[in-house]
């Protein structure tokens, strides 16, 4: 196909493909004459990877060329190959609070604890030390009692994760499922997290209401005359 036919593919401008193919982010087409360039299904797939990337992911264009340069290496593992599209979608944090060392602490302690392979540098060991020392710092440092549990929930969203991801036998699909799955993903387990809140508060304390107003509906004794 030509340039004109993957835009209407793909739904990106020519401008902005060319632009990929100078920053090194997609391959040039083949060149069918000194104008004229012809793509294929592999263009159209790669196209669709970084859009996703930028658009769902907010990627920048450098985090997207580290990320394409690990799928196209060869010699990396899947896992390697993961592992950088994840770190290149989780933001970094821009301010800490105080405690954060404690909070680290804790951090890493959950991880040894867990029995999680995490190397130190991955962004979410300090997301989620900022938040905690979020917590202790407004008064909130009991919050830490239930890590556990929602560790031992987000390894059972991990792997049903990688389990739907894993149905894509490409690297480059695996890393468009994990990538587009991470980020929408969050936004479907915040959504049913607070479902599920909706849930837990009526089982826990709506029959206690409903008690209540059954003892307030209840008939009250006549009292006798005097």
């Not at 658009?55 to 390697?80: F, W």
Request: aromatic share 4%.
């Amino acid at each position: 196909m030509r340039i004109g036919e993957l835009s209407r593919e793909t739904g990106v401008a020519i401008p902005t493909i060319k632009y990929y193919v100078r920053e090194g982010l997609l391959p040039a087409g083949r060149l069918t004459s000194p104008n004229q360039a012809s793509y294929d299904a592999g263009h159209v797939r790669r196209l669709r990877l970084i859009r996703g990337m930028i658009d769902v992911g907010g990627l920048s264009v450098s985090a997207v060329r580290d990320v394409l340069a690990a799928v196209d290496s060869p010699e990396e593992s899947v896992h390697h190959v993961l592992g950088a599209a994840q770190e290149a979608i989780t933001p970094r944090t821009a301010a800490a609070p105080e405690g954060m060392e404690e909070a680290r602490q804790t951090v890493a302690e959950l991880i040894r604890r867990r029995g999680w392979r995490v190397e130190p540098q991955n962004p979410s060991i300090e997301k989620l030390a900022v938040a905690l020392a979020t917590f202790r710092g407004i008064g909130h440092g009991d919050f830490e009692e239930v890590l556990d549990a929602y560790a031992e929930a987000c390894e059972r969203v991990a792997a049903a994760d990688l389990a739907w991801a894993g149905r894509n036998a490409e690297v480059d699909g695996l890393v468009e499922s994990v990538v587009v799955g991470t980020v929408l993903g969050d936004a479907v387990l915040s959504a049913l997290r607070r479902l599920a809140h909706v849930e837990a508060s009526a089982r826990r304390f709506e029959s206690l209401a409903e008690g209540a107003r059954g003892r307030r509906r209840r008939p009250q004794p006549t009292p006798k005359a005097l």
